[in-house]
């Protein structure tokens, strides 16, 4: 029985991975059958080799159109503005999570400013820090930190209230209950929330490069719209969501490590 039931999930899984794997192409054969058949012009839409030819240029290029040298830069931004905001906002939103009064003092601000869009600041941040690096890791750290600590929030909050009130009937102290029972228990979905905040830590890197930058993929992007070349854009583009689908299967992967039983139960 069970390895039926094995066979089973094996086989949802191959069909969910067959599915997804057909979006992909159905959207390349889209792209493919509009620009080779000249639908729309390659000065809008560049073919799939004018993309390719042009990613294998910025990569042997050694000046400073060099691919992988703009594509480091945007990653060590992004990943040093999510750093901060992770590291501020999972302890942050615990704490909402698990103390009324904290959350009752958090809440109300956190989510009225989360509304405000990040590239609103950009001239408030450029008068306060400058054009440097530290401005536009502002940006991406704004743009996450309070939907982060909002999510983990939500996440500790929703801990199966059984489970608490059974560990204070025991005897358990706050401390004890936290450290055993709340922090275990949201420490998924927290994992989870990093993996969504982290894409969107990717989304704010065109608006984190937008004004005073001379480096990474949204400066590659801008630049290259200027003088419609498109098949530049087009490479920034798709370098960026390949960066981020790498960024998401590493936090799937640390999911699966730290949470066997939850991957099992959920193959």
């Known amino acids: 029985m069970d390895g039926g039931l094995l066979n089973s999930k094996n086989m949802y899984k191959s069909w969910t991975d067959c599915l997804g794997a057909a979006h992909f192409a159905l959207v390349f054969a889209l792209w493919s ?8 012009s390659n000065t809008f839409l560049p073919t799939p080799d004018q993309v390719l030819q042009t990613a294998y240029r910025m990569v042997v290029d050694p000046a400073g159109d060099n691919l992988l040298h703009h594509a480091l830069i945007s990653t060590l931004r992004v990943t040093v503005g999510f750093f901060i905001s992770a590291v501020l906002a999972v302890p942050l939103g615990i704490f909402m999570g698990t103390l009324p009064k904290v959350r009752a003092f958090f809440e109300p601000m956190m989510g009225f400013i989360r509304y405000m869009p990040a590239s609103a600041f950009i001239p408030l941040f450029i008068l306060w820090i400058g054009l440097g690096e530290p401005e536009k890791v502002m940006v991406i750290f704004w743009g996450t930190f309070f939907q982060q600590a909002l999510m983990v929030m939500d996440v500790t909050k929703n801990v199966a209230g059984e489970l608490v009130e059974v560990s204070y009937t025991l005897g358990a102290k706050k401390l004890a209950v936290f450290s ?15 993996r969504i905040t982290f894409g969107w830590a990717w989304t704010y890197l065109i608006v984190a490069e937008l004004v005073g930058a001379s480096s990474g993929l949204g400066y590659v992007i801008i630049q290259a719209g200027r003088f419609l070349k498109t098949d530049v854009i087009f490479v920034g583009i798709l370098v960026i969501g390949l960066l981020g689908m790498l960024t998401d299967l590493i936090f799937k992967l640390l999911y699966r490590v730290m949470f066997p039983w939850l991957t099992r139960e959920g193959a």
Do not use: E, Q
């Open 180 to 194: 055993k029972i709340i922090l275990p228990a949201s420490l998924p979905g927290i994992i989870d929330t990093l």
């Open 33 to 40: 059958a509009l620009a080779y058949a000249g639908v729309v």
